[in-house]
């Protein structure tokens, strides 16, 4: 466990070097060689934490592909009280088994989350919406899988 400390925190400094230089392109370099797990320990610590107390973090370290629609941090802060088995369903339902880059969400489609629940898709000339949340346009690609930004919660 100390080594896998040991490495995230050099990747961490790697990452914040790279993003002071101001290349996104290498810090995603950086991002492409971490797994989903490791990417929201140093990005995003809420839903990490969230993660960890839903008990999907050996689903998200596997070799995947997962596509996370991930609410924003405020969101998830809220979410902090759930159960354990309330707060899996949640963010299971955040979760696509597969990749998925923004062109691959196809107008009118409806897609299974890992919670078995279904999302619906619509497009927009300049943005998609996931049930009605905008996702963002700077996707992080990780080693098994991709995190996009929502602008908020799914309804589940």
Do not use: W
Not at 76 to 88: E, T
Request: with cysteine; net charge positive.
């Amino acid at each position: 466990m100390r080594g896998l400390h040991h490495r995230l925190y050099i990747e961490f400094t790697v990452l914040a070097l790279l993003l002071a230089l101001g290349s996104p392109a290498q810090a995603q370099d950086v991002a492409a060689r971490m797994n989903m797990i490791e990417y929201m320990v140093q990005e995003r610590p809420v839903l990490a934490n969230l993660i960890t107390k839903a008990g999907l973090t050996p689903i998200l370290s596997d070799a995947g592909p997962y596509t996370i629609l991930a609410p924003p941090e405020a969101e998830l802060k809220k979410l902090k009280d759930l159960p354990a088995v309330r707060l899996r369903a949640v963010l299971s339902g955040h979760i696509l088994q597969g990749l998925y880059q923004e062109k691959d969400f196809k107008d009118g489609a409806t897609i299974q989350t890992l919670a078995h629940t279904n999302i619906r898709v619509c497009r927009k000339k300049d943005y998609t919406l996931i049930d009605g949340m905008q996702i963002g346009h700077e996707p992080v690609e990780v080693k098994n899988g991709i995190l996009h930004s929502l602008s908020g919660k799914l309804n589940l």
